[in-house]
């Protein structure tokens, strides 16, 4: 699986860094360890780099790494092996190669932030046309009303349905959203990062009217709040009513967990109408190694939760029988590019580090054996980005942009985003626009920011774009001359 590609930088970041950075073996003369971060930072290269990575006597790094990751392995073997012929010493004698790597990511991370403070995209409004690289578009407001919308489906025909976090399924009919959320749904935890989560209708919709939701549920048994953990049902909609509800999946009991992080909760049918979900770690990393557990991995069943008999998992000891990869994080994009049938799949990384992977049958994706991020305390998390039997990212994002739904355009209003991801996040509040050839991400776009947390985008049958922002549905409409 390709990685993602390198530009030519070498000069320029070991310039970089020659200067400024002889500090760097005094201040961590102690034994290597989980040392604070920004404290290594400042006591070792701030004197010659700048407190704020601007420069001093030593040039700046704020510009010193490539917004797509192609530097990193440079900027760490420069620390580690350090460059005679520039005058920078070797400091891999004094520092680990796990506070190495998290110095590269303290780097990124804090150069990214402030190049993306001075190029954001301009905030769209109803009434500005924006001009992106490829085509001119006005964001329109289709439906208000509606609080923290997590989903989006199209039915064919012509109802519109739309999840909310606390737990509601709601209609947009002929382009109003019904008054009243549709009764009978299960019980659904929202707390922290829970919630009502994924909606996809059957393949065959048309013909039996099956809806797949996913949502975080809470066991009814415990005493106390109650572990909670993902699981996936399906069921029918009659006359605003939830009916006929069937468990596809729930996870063993004993696993569920307390705590309201990491739920995963996305949902995708492939073309042999076989379901595949994504259950996070719920906040207990080495979990995602464990194929005996059910959190942090991908699944695949048949449309009736059967499992098919070719998982790659279904003999192995112990195994769930429903994983088809694992070593994933907090999984919120999944879906299958219909022109060439790969399973696209983004997660958020600790804090740097968000993943988009290809989903590939039995892979390990590293989690967390293997990270580009760093921990939210401020220390390392690992010395390894990948290695030869974990699967590597397809490219990843610091600082972390929080991605949360995912869309293969498919529409012909915008010919030239033909077949290209787009990605809503949460903490950036950007839809990104990602062209893949061969593999690789060729063309990274911000496409719009700054209109709140964006958790699911959609190609609607319509051919626009359409957005789920905080408090209202929006779809971008062509403003081309």
């Known amino acids: 699986m390709p990685r993602p590609c390198a530009r030519p930088a070498y000069l320029r970041v070991i310039t970089v860094l020659a200067a400024g950075v002889f500090g760097l073996a005094a201040a961590v003369s102690a034994a290597p360890g989980r040392r604070d971060l920004g404290k290594l930072y400042a006591e070792s290269c701030a004197g010659c780099h700048g407190a704020q990575l601007e420069g001093g006597s030593a040039p700046s790094l704020l510009a010193s790494v490539s917004p797509t990751g192609g530097d990193d392995e440079r900027l ?8 005679p012929a520039k005058g920078m010493p070797a400091f891999g004698a004094t520092v680990s190669d796990q506070e190495i790597r998290g110095l590269v990511a303290y780097i990124r991370e804090r150069a990214g932030r402030a190049a993306g403070r001075d190029s954001r995209p301009p905030r769209p409004s109803p009434d500005t046309v924006t001009q992106g690289k490829l085509h001119a578009y006005r964001v329109e407001t289709v439906v208000t009303g509606v609080r923290e919308p997590w989903s989006v489906a199209f039915l064919p025909d012509g109802r519109v349905l739309l999840t909310e976090k606390q737990g509601n399924l709601r209609v947009v009919e002929k382009g109003a959203l019904r008054d009243k959320p549709v ?8 707390g922290g990062q829970g919630g009502l989560f994924d909606i996809v209708p059957h393949p065959d919709f048309a013909r039996n009217g099956w809806l797949y939701l996913a949502y975080a549920e809470q066991l009814r048994e415990d005493p106390n709040r109650g572990a909670v953990m993902t699981t996936v049902i399906r069921g029918r909609l009659k006359d605003n009513a939830w009916t006929d509800q069937q468990v596809i999946f729930r996870a063993p009991a004993a696993t569920f967990r307390h705590g309201g992080n990491h739920f995963g909760g996305r949902l995708a049918f492939d073309k042999n109408n076989v379901l595949f979900f994504s259950i996070g770690e719920r906040d207990a990393k080495e979990q995602a190694q464990d194929l005996t557990l059910p959190n942090g991995k991908i699944h695949r069943v048949r449309d009736d939760g059967s499992i098919p008999a070719d998982n790659p998992f279904l003999k192995t000891p112990g195994a769930l029988p429903s994983i088809w990869c694992y070593g994933i994080r907090n999984p919120q994009g999944l879906r299958f590019d219909p022109a060439t049938g790969a399973l696209w799949e983004h997660e958020h990384g600790p804090k740097g580090g968000d993943e988009l ?23 390392s998390l690992t010395a390894i980005t990948t290695r030869a039997d974990l699967a590597p990212p397809v490219t990843y994002w610091i600082p972390s ?16 985003w033909k077949n290209h991801l787009f990605v809503a996040s949460l903490a950036a509040q950007d839809l990104r626009r990602l062209e893949i050839k061969d593999g690789k991400v060729v063309d990274q776009e911000v496409i719009f920011t700054g209109l709140g947390r964006l958790r699911d985008v959609a190609t609607g049958p319509d051919g626009l774009l359409y957005v789920l922002l905080p408090d209202r549905v929006a779809r971008l409409v062509p403003a081309d001359k």
């Open 183 to 190: 009764t009978g749904l299960p019980r659904v935890d929202s």
């Open 401 to 416: 942009i929080a991605p949360c739904g995912l869309a293969i355009y498919t529409g012909d209003r915008f010919p030239k």
């Open 76 to 83: 760490f073997a420069a620390i580690r092996s350090g460059i």
């Open 357 to 379: 992977n290809l989903i590939q049958r039995g892979l390990n994706y590293g989690w967390p054996l293997a990270t580009y991020g760093m921990d939210y305390n401020g220390t």
